[in-house]
T-cell receptor, first 111, second 114 residues
């Protein structure tokens, strides 16, 4: 069975600061993919970033980057220069054929 | 706009009733996934179809069923509804499976059982 753990139920940071959301996972698969999804109040699930487990290089998408530590089974998300629009629930997900989601981190950006 | 279309967006129904949620995947996507998100919870995988065939099954209740049609749209049927079935039901699609592909989510169907 696959598991995803997000140990920070809530976080808040000042606008323009950097914040890191934690995620650990467990899987017996050798090939898998990791994702961060953002869910704003509208409840839409928006893909933030994706990482292939076989790639050592950490994925980056503009202000969003990950720190992927395969041996430690850790996949954290760093948001730089945080903006008010980043306020949302953030879900870490792991999968190969289906996605297993963590319970989410509610991130609030404070003006 | 992800390109995944779900209808209806909102639905209120009584306990014991049956409803059907519909999903049209992105053009060209062969895989369709259904997820359930209860209030303040993460998403729970229900079922996946690939090109009309069931590919993976998660925590889907026996009262629930799904299918994918030849035109690749999918329907999730929920029967004998209970209060606890109230949730946001997401459909998602990808070109094939997750491997090498990104999964895109629809806006969800809000189901309220009263």
């Amino acid at each position: 069975a696959q598991t995803v753990t997000q140990s920070q139920p809530e976080m808040s940071v000042q606008e323009a600061e950097t914040v890191t959301l934690s995620c650990t996972y467990d899987t017996s698969e050798s090939n898998y993919y990791l994702f961060w999804y953002k869910q704003p109040p509208s409840r839409q699930m928006i893909l933030v970033i994706r990482q292939e487990a076989y790639k050592q290089q950490n994925a980056t998408e503009n202000r969003f980057s990950v720190n992927f530590q395969k041996a430690a089974k850790s996949f954290s998300l760093k948001i730089s220069d945080s903006q008010l629009g980043d306020t949302a629930m953030y879900f870490c997900a792991l999968g190969n054929e289906k996605l297993t989601f963590g319970t989410g981190t509610r991130l609030t950006i404070i003006p | 706009d992800s390109g995944v279309t779900q209808t209806p967006k909102h639905l209120i129904t009584a306990t014991g009733q049956r409803v059907t949620l519909r999903c049209s995947p992105r053009s060209g996507d062969l895989s369709v996934y259904w997820y359930q998100q209860s209030l303040d919870q993460g998403l729970q995988f229900l079922i996946q179809y690939y090109n009309g065939e069931e590919r993976a099954k998660g925590n889907i209740l026996e009262r629930f069923s799904a299918q994918q049609f030849p035109d690749l749209h999918s329907e999730l049927n929920l029967s004998s509804l209970e209060l606890g079935d109230s949730a946001l039901y997401f459909c998602a699609s990808s070109e094939q499976g997750i491997s090498g592909n990104t999964i895109y989510f629809g806006e969800g169907s809000w189901l309220t059982v009263v």
